[in-house]
Antibody, heavy 121, light 107 residues
Framework: QVQLQQSGPGLVKPSQTLSVTCAIS??????????WNWIRQSPSRGLEWLGK?????????EYAPSVKSRLTLNPDTSKNQLSLQLDFATDEDTAVYYC???????????WGQGTQVTVSS | DIQMTQSPSSLSASVGDRVTITCRAS??????LNWFQQKPGKAPGLLIY???TLESGVPSRFSGSGSGTDFTLTISSLQVEDFGTYFC?????????FGQGTKVESK
């Protein structure tokens, strides 16, 4: 079955880069029907969509306006994974980060286990 | 962005109770409305998609209804395993926004 396995450091210092990786098994990061999304959850902001990557003859990457200037999503077809990098982290970026598959019907049907990231000195 | 507003934000109920949660969108989302259940320390899990279609394995005591801007999640007879937090989410227009959640607790 399809699984999303996340990894990344749980503690990041302010102003540094927050990184989380999502390894995909049972599906392909370059699927021509699904997209691969990052969503974070915090008590103050709730569930917040950050961005997505998908392949339709070429790569498309979309970012939420709130993080667009700081966020980079990088699909890696050789490792079948998607990474998230959020630059200049602040305490407002403290959250649980989820990798999520979005089907062609617009359904967030599969979630990674979540990665708690705390931004603190 | 489309704003999703759930009510109530929390409720207390007993096993066997009928539970209803509502979700209102700031503009029409058509039938692109989904519901998720979350347990503490776990990722949200898909419960219902496209307003009323139960995800595989979800018990039939769960049901969804509505269209346009107003939607409802109903649990016909609450079970112990149903306690948790429920979120609505629209996938009509990006960004795909979520409601703030409804926490269902034991009375």
């Amino acid at each position: 079955q399809v699984q999303l396995q996340q990894s990344g450091p749980g503690l990041v210092k302010p102003s540094q880069t927050l990184s989380v990786t999502c390894a995909i098994s049972g599906d392909s990061v370059s699927s021509n029907s699904a997209s691969w999304n990052w969503i974070r959850q915090s008590p103050s902001r709730g569930l917040e969509w950050l961005g997505k990557a998908y392949y339709r003859s070429k790569w498309y990457i979309e970012y939420a306006p709130s993080v667009k200037s700081r966020l980079t999503l990088n699909p890696d077809t050789s490792k079948n994974q998607l990474s998230l990098q959020l630059d200049f982290a602040t305490d407002e970026d403290t959250a649980v980060y989820y990798c999520v598959r979005l089907t062609g019907e617009g359904i967030l049907d599969l979630w990674g286990q979540g990665t708690q990231v705390t931004v603190s000195s | 962005d489309i704003q999703m507003t759930q009510s109530p934000s929390s409720l207390s109920a007993s096993v066997g109770d009928r539970v209803t949660i509502t979700c209102r969108a700031s503009q029409s989302v058509g039938n692109h409305l989904n519901w998720f259940q979350q347990k503490p320390g776990k990722a949200p899990g898909l419960l219902i998609y496209l307003v009323s279609t139960l995800e595989s394995g979800v018990p039939s005591r769960f049901s969804g209804s509505g269209s346009g801007t107003d939607f409802t999640l109903t649990i016909s007879s609450l079970q112990v395993e149903d306690f948790g937090t429920y979120f609505c989410q629209q996938s009509h227009i990006a960004p795909h926004t979520f409601g703030q959640g409804t926490k269902v607790e034991s009375k």
